[in-house]
């Protein structure tokens, strides 16, 4: 997850729907810390799912690595999807699965 110099996340956001995603799609994805504070945040085009990010922050404003967390969502014409909750990240990459969530 870290370099010497910069520490990074990547990943994937992706959904359980078996639904095409339309063109011009985009995932917003936010790298936190357990205080809520965003560390790093990237919007990406998201022709489909999974969608894959990387997130980069300086190491020295990351208290707690061991205990970072993401929340994303993912705007699309036919809906929005997003974490209801913060997910963990574990590892050197995350995995969010994220929900159908009502407009």
Do not use: C, N
């Not at 998201?46 to 980069?56: K, Q, Y």
């Not at 690595?65 to 909750?85: F, N, Q, S, Y």
């Amino acid at each position: 997850m870290a370099s010497e110099h910069v520490l990074t996340v990547t990943g994937t956001v992706l959904f359980r729907e078996r639904i095409a995603v339309p063109p011009g799609a985009v995932a917003t994805v936010k790298l936190v810390d357990t205080e809520g504070e965003v560390l790093a945040a990237s919007a990406i085009d998201a022709p489909g799912v999974p969608a894959e990010f990387s997130l980069t922050v300086d190491p020295t404003l990351v208290a707690a690595p061991d205990k970072l967390l993401i929340w994303a969502m993912l705007r699309t014409e036919v809906g929005v999807w997003g974490t209801t909750e913060l997910v963990p990240v574990e590892g050197d990459a995350a995995e969010v699965l994220l929900t159908k969530i009502d407009e």
